[in-house]
């Protein structure tokens, strides 16, 4: 039984229901909403083009989507543009934060400087890298180049995924550095020093102590940044608008040609709903692999 208070007012699980219905509430319409619209596009034909084509289409759009080279060519794009900067971003967050763990002149100056670029806006990144650090002609890294007598690279013509992926890592790098410089905060000073008394090395010491050390924090770099890193969208509308042809067409870029380029609302509402159960794949891949560590 529920106690009452003076006021009349319930203590227990009715009054807690009542406190969080409209949140819940805001919550499931905020995204179910969305989510249904999505769903019913999916199964019309809407084309802004042709509005005299509408109708009840079934499954024409996902046969016409997964029948389609671009599909695969993106889900392929998305793949390797998430795998490389995850590899980037673990790894280099991971000796960063072991390199500002320790003791040198400067480290407070260094260690903001380099969590820094986590701050800057997508399209801001993109727009710098494109003009001032890739561009054939003015860029830092062609003059770079040319100082050593190398020809100037076109990076956005000759290897526009390896651009993306570049600058997508140094906006996520930083991200890494500061979840994974938090958790060597924690580690236990007296358990490397015995090591060091014992005859480890640094690598030893590296392998044994303090990756084992970081193994949760680097799980959960690993989720937060595939969730965001599936939606990239910013930098190659900035810098290649998916080109060359679809070179650097991901899955969110797909389905913003469909939608506002093609203006095929039906084609682009399917390619999200597949967007949609790919990321919950992901996530609970993810989820479980984060929940294991945490047990262990």
């Known amino acids: 039984m529920n106690k009452t208070r003076a006021s009349g007012r319930t203590v227990g699980g009715l009054r807690t229901l009542s406190l969080q219905a409209p949140a819940v509430t805001l919550l499931l319409l905020w995204m179910l909403v969305p989510l249904g619209m999505t769903l019913w596009f999916s199964f019309q034909r809407y084309n802004l083009l042709m509005p005299g084509m509408t109708g009840f289409a079934g499954l024409e759009n996902y046969e016409y989507l997964f029948t389609d080279p671009a599909l695969w060519s993106a889900m392929g794009t998305t793949l390797l543009l998430v795998g490389w900067v995850l590899a980037i971003t673990v790894v280099g967050g991971t000796l960063l934060a072991v390199l500002f763990q320790q003791e040198f002149a400067g480290r407070g100056i260094a260690r903001v400087l380099a969590i820094s670029p986590f701050f800057v806006m997508p399209t801001v990144s993109a727009l710098v890298w494109k003009n001032m650090m890739m561009h054939p002609s003015n860029g830092v890294l062609s003059w770079v180049a040319e100082s050593f007598g190398l020809q100037a690279v076109d990076w956005f013509s000759a290897l526009p995924l390896t651009s993306i992926i570049i600058i997508v890592a140094w906006q996520w790098l930083p991200f890494a550095l500061l979840i994974l410089l938090t958790a060597m905060q924690s ?56 080109g060359p042809g679809l070179a650097t067409t991901n899955l969110a870029y797909l389905i913003y040609i469909r939608a506002l380029l093609d203006f095929d609302v039906g084609t682009a509402s399917a390619g999200g709903v597949i967007a949609i159960v790919l990321a919950n794949i992901v996530a609970i891949f993810l989820v479980r692999m984060v929940a294991r560590n945490l047990e262990d």
Do not use: N
Request: hydrophobic share 60%; glycine share 6%; proline share 4%.
């Open 187 to 242: 580690l236990d000073e007296d358990q490397v020093e015995a090591a060091r008394m014992d005859g480890a090395g640094p690598v030893a010491i590296f392998f044994f102590i303090t990756l084992p050390h970081l193994k949760r924090a680097i799980s959960v770099v690993i989720m937060i940044e595939m969730i965001f890193l599936l939606t990239i969208f910013a930098e190659i509308f900035v810098t290649t608008s998916g």
